[in-house]
């Protein structure tokens, strides 16, 4: 298997900008997480996702974020509009809910807006 | 709800030396501890896991962790340090529900050659 998959991974954009960020979770994995990483804040989990319905989104900083799961091999994280506060990595994670494991992190997105 | 605590934002230990990185955690029920490690423009990879069972884990590249109930933690230790070793790692929690990890903030290891 290939991994958590993300996508672009780095990204510049001008603020007011809309970016969206792009994961493949892993084959078989039940479970999908967002995950914000800046050096003042660390690794904030944004919103996850259960056979691709969002459970818990209380960690989206902002209207001005969202994310889907149209499907279970398919997420994307949107920011529209983009803030420079918002440049940060991004990682997406997954997981099966059958085994006693932890979770599968991609290689993250970095995300600068200037 | 849970949470987890790492004290130290840095720890520098010399080449070949033992090495701790420390954590504290709080869960309702009984918890699922985890270590990750991530190098510089990496994602976070993972290191070991306590489930159920002995209280010391082994992992990979050499690490072990002590999981001690009595004080709510869960140490990362390796008995001698390389300077490969040199990274960000975190702890994290969940309960024994499907919850998301729940991560510390982090502690920069520095093996000094």
């Known amino acids: 298997d290939a991994g958590v998959i993300q996508s672009p991974r780095h990204e510049v954009t001008e603020m007011g900008q809309e970016v969206t960020l792009r994961c493949k979770p892993i084959s078989g994995h039940d479970y999908l997480f967002w995950y914000r990483q800046t050096m003042m804040r660390g690794l904030e989990l944004l919103i996850y996702f259960n056979n691709n319905v969002p459970i818990d989104d209380s960690g989206m900083p902002e209207d001005r974020f969202s994310a889907k799961m149209p499907n279970a091999s398919f997420s994307t994280l949107k920011i529209q509009p983009s803030e420079p506060r918002d440049s940060a990595v991004y990682f997406c994670a997954s997981r099966s809910a059958k085994y006693n494991e932890g979770q599968f992190f991609g290689p993250g997105t970095r995300l600068t807006v200037l | 709800a849970q949470s987890v605590a790492q004290p130290e934002d840095q720890v520098n230990v010399a080449e070949g030396n033992p090495l701790t990185v420390k954590c504290t955690y709080s869960v309702s029920g009984n918890p699922y501890l985890f270590w990750y490690v991530q190098y510089p423009n990496r994602g976070l990879q993972f290191l070991l896991k306590?489930?159920?069972?002995?209280?010391l884990v082994k992992g990979s590249y050499g690490f072990e962790a002590e999981f001690n109930k009595s004080q709510t933690s869960f140490h990362l230790k390796k008995p001698s340090a390389l300077v490969s070793d040199s990274a960000l790692y975190f702890c994290a929690v969940r309960d024994v529900g499907n919850t998301p990890l729940v991560f510390g903030k982090g502690t920069r290891l520095s093996v000094i050659a």
């Open positions: 306590y489930i159920t069972g002995d209280n």
